[in-house]
């Protein structure tokens, strides 16, 4: 049972990574800096955008990432407790 749920996970996971979906729509402000950008010939504001986007990306699954940690580590710990408690019930 315990594996079924691991191979589910993995699998929803590795769907989601790996089908896009191509997404044209951006915000107006930064499609136009990167026009205008595109029209001097820089390629700096491209590099620092798409750093930023790659930030924003990256901050919601590392808070996510924590919070779970930290309930893991919680269930881990009482699912102990429980057990030590039913060892001693029978002792």
């Known amino acids: 049972m315990r ?8 699998f929803l996971l590795a769907c989601l990574f790996t089908i896009s ?16 950008a595109r029209k001097d010939g820089g390629t700096q504001v491209g590099n620092t955008l798409n750093n930023g986007i790659l930030y924003l990306l990256v901050l919601p ?4 990432g924590v919070f779970g940690f ?8 009482k699912k102990a407790a429980e ?3 039913a060892l001693q019930s029978l002792t």
């Not at 699954?61 to 996510?64: G, R």
């Not at 930290?70 to 710990?77: A, R, T």
């Open 3 to 10: 594996y079924s749920k691991i191979i589910l996970v993995v």
């Open 21 to 36: 979906s191509d997404a044209v729509a951006q915000c107006a402000m930064c499609k136009s800096n990167l026009e205008m």
């Open 61 to 64: 699954y590392a808070i996510a």
């Open 70 to 77: 930290i309930y893991y580590k919680k269930y881990k710990e």
């Open 83 to 85: 057990k030590a408690t």
